[in-house]
């Protein structure tokens, strides 16, 4: 086997290596010899077939095979042999590009290095910690939110005419049976522009009034794996109603099922301190991340970074999207190096994720076991959601360990101070 360098340009790299025919072919020849005793064709012994048949009618099959493992093993060895660590998996090209070897064995190998990691001076960081309590602002603000959510329902008068944010109640008529969804159902309740009923169909009551037809609609799943399936929907309006804020007080208070507007209060002011602190954690986790970058000014993998601001512009709408390519980049570039500098804070002081860190940190995503169920199922099947999963483990297990180690002063500051700095933080 000859090996030659032939691109080392900052973390990149790029290497051919070249097996002369006869390396492969005793490769080759090893297989079928190994494979000839359990062969059985008609007119030989089982174990008798002449390897002059065997290569004729095996050879080409084999060879294939044997290239395949040999471009494999060539670069797991190079890998071990080098220290080299690949950002992403390395891609492999035939020599000539496009053609497979028919003698002989070329082919060229690329990837992108890791960086090194620097060791960061935790002990020498000193780290502000806003702290605050809840003022009255921020009761009202989460006390009317409660209030949005759980409207008081007015009747409208005869004659009205729909409009986006009107609740409307509705008996329905299917066109056709499906599976086993009721053919007709009465009574039932959807908020016009919500987007929420039948993929958005709830604005073409827009404009109806009490007693009109709205026809619209309606995407079901099918058994046994087969394509979804749109029914017609015939809507008959029985009601609409306007959403009007409770006020905030006793009546929302017995809205929501408490016994006085002073126990409804008290539970939104524990919401609201656990509001805040989590507030505060968040903060004082992205100060903790802005005292280190400055010592993170490794070069950063081209593919990694452009798949990361690939995922940090699907975050963005498409308009910020496009105007904010440069702050895309350098967010992306910015989470790469903590999320680099976390891993290998984790990989030299022996912490990592276990399955119980998995288990604990699913279920805190979910509201009932049901979704915690799916959510192992999700994280199981979906390589990108395990690894994000992953992630946000190791990153909070780093946070916890980095917080031992560096000075930590609280400053108490007003409510809407910590609610903009945490506002500020990126997406």
């Known amino acids: 086997m ?30 079928l010899l190994e494979a000839q005793p359990g062969i059985n064709l008609r007119g030989f012994r089982t174990g008798r077939v002449p390897m002059k048949i065997l290569r004729s009618r095996y050879g080409d099959a084999v060879r ?20 080299n660590r690949p950002a992403t998996p390395p891609e492999t090209k035939f020599v000539p590009e496009g053609e497979f070897p028919k003698t002989g064995l070329v082919f060229k190998v690329s990837y992108e290095c890791l960086p090194d990691i620097p060791e960061v001076e935790l002990g020498d960081l000193k780290i502000d910690k806003l702290v605050s309590k809840p003022n009255q602002e921020f009761l009202d603000k989460n006390l009317n939110a409660i209030a949005d959510s759980h409207p008081e329902l007015i009747e409208c008068e005869s004659g009205h005419i729909i409009e986006s944010d009107n609740v409307v109640a509705l008996d329905y008529r299917l066109s056709e049976n499906v599976n086993n969804v009721p053919t007709t159902g009465e009574d039932i309740i959807i908020e016009v522009g919500s987007g929420n009923f039948q993929d958005g169909e709830d604005s073409k009551f827009i404009g109806a009034k009490v007693g009109d037809i709205v026809n619209v609609q309606g995407t079901f799943q099918m058994r046994g794996g087969a394509e979804p399936v749109k029914v017609g929907i015939e809507c008959t ?5 306007r959403k009007s804020q409770l006020e905030i007080g006793e009546p929302l208070a017995a809205k929501v099922g408490f016994d006085s507007f002073e126990s409804l ?37 081209e593919k990694l970074g452009e798949m990361e601001t690939t995922f940090v512009k699907g975050k963005l709408d498409t308009e910020e999207a496009d105007s904010d390519g440069d702050a895309a980049k350098s967010h992306a570039q910015r989470r790469l190096r903590i999320g680099l500098y976390f891993s290998d804070l984790a990989k030299r002081n022996e912490f990592g994720v276990a399955e119980a860190d ?16 799916s959510l192992v199922k999700y994280a199981q099947t979906s390589q990108t959601f395990g690894k994000q999963v992953y992630s946000a483990i190791l990153e909070e297990k780093a946070v916890a360990f980095i917080t031992e180690l560096v000075a930590i002063e609280e400053k108490e500051v007003e409510c809407q101070e910590l609610v903009k700095a945490f506002e500020s933080i990126n997406p």
């Open 358 to 373: 998995i288990e604990r940190y699913l279920r805190r995503q979910s509201n009932s076991q049901q979704h915690y169920e």
């Open 64 to 83: 294939q095979e044997i290239v395949q493992e040999t471009v494999k093993e060539t670069v797991s060895l190079h890998l071990d042999e080098t220290g």
């Open 2 to 31: 000859r090996v030659t360098e032939l691109l080392r340009e900052g973390l990149k790299r790029e290497y051919e290596f070249a097996f002369e025919e006869s390396e492969i072919y005793e490769k080759v020849e090893g297989k």
């Open 237 to 241: 309006v029985k009601s609409v109603s």
């Open 265 to 301: 209060l008290e539970t939104v002011t524990r919401q609201a301190e656990i509001e805040i602190n989590q507030m505060s954690e968040l903060v004082l986790k992205k100060n903790l991340i802005d005292a280190i970058m400055p010592q993170l000014t490794f070069d950063v993998p």
